[in-house]
């Protein structure tokens, strides 16, 4: 910064009474950690390979539990493996496919060495055209992913859950954009997961399950093509700052482990206060 910049911020802040400041953002996420938060847990994430399926998959592994994770991209797969270590497994496979969804959690339980008690639905993706310009083709695609894929995975876990007495958990990665008011179909599917999660937690309640959500804004991933580390200042959201993906994870992992035990049914919106209107 030269001299002149800091006389003018100097005298803004004698006129003004405010501190000026320039329009970067760095964000170091704090973390609560207990190196046996999830002890004994087996955990499934779908789209696990980056972003935030990532993060709280290295989350879990911190904590002492054990994940597979699955996803499209095997190099993606394979890199991501090798960066988390041996206590993570991984499938190659893309949720839409969900004529195949019951044989994927099969697998994945074989893989975590025959127990699940955690699933997280984190797989989709998002893309936006103009309302007008959207195709059936784009509904199918996006709804596919974004919602059928979770709720048949969901029906395949509970099921497994009931059959074997377990205590199961399930989170959805759902987003703000499920919260508000929306005409892309992205929005459309979220607020479906939003009521699949409330239905389902009612429903499951009394035989020890749970079901909850974490609803990020706008993340630091690969999805939005913003890197974590770089300046995430951003100023069409009223935080004025992208949320990284390793927030997502601390809040998800509260919501999966068994500090959170007497919450169900609850979607936590992640946007610092920006789906509110």
Sequence with gaps: MGKSEMIKRAAKFILKGV????????????????????A????????GSSGIGYAIAEKILKGGGKVCVTGRDRLKLETAQKRLGEGCKTLVFDIADIGKIQHMLYQAIEQLGGKLDTVVSNAGIFYEKSFCD???????????INLAGGYFLAQEAIRYFLNNEIQGNILFTSSERGIMSDTHIYGIAKAGVNSLIKGLARQCAGKGIRINGVAPGMTASGINSIDSDSNLYHPSVAGKRVIRPEEIAEVAAFLISNASACIN?????????????
């Design 19 to 38: 501190p000026v400041i320039n329009n970067t953002v760095y964000v170091k996420v704090l973390s609560c950690d207990r190196k046996d938060a999830f």
């Design 40 to 47: 004994y847990r087996h955990v499934l994430i779908t789209g």
């Design 134 to 144: 959207y195709t059936s083709e784009d509904w199918e695609r996006i709804c596919n």
């Design 265 to 277: 049914g609850e979607i936590i919106a992640c946007d610092n206060a920006n789906y509110i209107r």
